[in-house]
T-cell receptor
Framework: AQTVTQSQPEMSVQEAETVTLSCTYDTSESDYYLFWYKQPPSRQMILVIRQEAYKQQNATENRFSVNFQKAAKSFSLKISDSQLGDAAMYFCAFLADGLTFGKGTHLIIQP | EADIYQTPRYLVIGTGKKITLECSQTMGHDKMYWYQQDPGMELHLIHYSYGVNSTEKGDLSSESTVSRIRTEHFPLTLESARPSHTSQYLC????????FGPGTRLLVL
């Protein structure tokens, strides 16, 4: 069974600064997908970024990028130029039959 | 990106009632999922379907049942609601990438 660990229950960052959210996972699979989702207070889950395990290049989406270390089973999310709208719960997830989620990191943006 | 809909958005109901949470998507995805999100925000897979007439139980045991008679529709049913069923239920669809509906917040009194 896969497990996903987010060791930071809460993170705080100043607006316009950069923050990195940590995620580690455990799997015996060699080919898989990893995701970061955000869930703002309105509670709709929104895809932030995805990474295919077979791709060595780290995925990027505008201000969001990942540091994917397959051997270390690490998948961190970097948010650059943080904005107030980035405030949300962020979930790291691994795709097996369905998604296995970490417990989430509550990101606070300080104005 | 998928258009995925859930109704109702909020439901308050008494113990023992039968309820059905609706989920539909317009993108023709074969794969659909139900997740339960507890007050601590953890999400757990409770049901999934890889196509019409295919349903499987997820990682978290649930007293709910699902059906998949049409590709676009994946309803979840609780035959007899109990306070322990109070939670948020999220529906998702997609092949590798899953897209989520807005969720149904269920309160069982």
């Amino acid at each position: 069974a896969q497990t996903v660990t987010q060791s930071q229950p809460e993170m705080s960052v100043q607006e316009a600064e950069t923050v990195t959210l940590s995620c580690t996972y455990d799997t015996s699979e060699s080919d898989y997908y990893l995701f970061w989702y955000k869930q703002p207070p309105s509670r709709q889950m929104i895809l932030v970024i995805r990474q295919e395990a077979y791709k060595q290049q780290n995925a990027t989406e505008n201000r969001f990028s990942v540091n994917f270390q397959k051997a270390a089973k690490s998948f961190s999310l970097k948010i650059s130029d943080s904005q107030l709208g980035d405030a949300a719960m962020y979930f790291c997830a691994f795709l097996a039959d369905g998604l296995t989620f970490g417990k989430g990191t509550h990101l606070i943006i300080q104005p | 990106e998928a258009d995925i809909y859930q109704t109702p958005r909020y439901l308050v109901i008494g113990t023992g009632k039968k309820i059905t949470l609706e989920c539909s998507q317009t993108m023709g995805h074969d794969k659909m999922y139900w997740y339960q999100q507890d007050p601590g925000m953890e999400l757990h897979l409770i049901h999934y379907s890889y196509g019409v007439n295919s349903t499987e139980k997820g990682d978290l045991s649930s007293e709910s049942t699902v059906s998949r008679i049409r590709t676009e529709h994946f309803p979840l049913t609780l035959e007899s609601a109990r306070p322990s069923h109070t939670s948020q239920y999220l529906c998702a669809s997609g092949e590798e990438t899953q897209y989520f509906g807005p969720g149904t917040r269920l309160l069982v009194l």
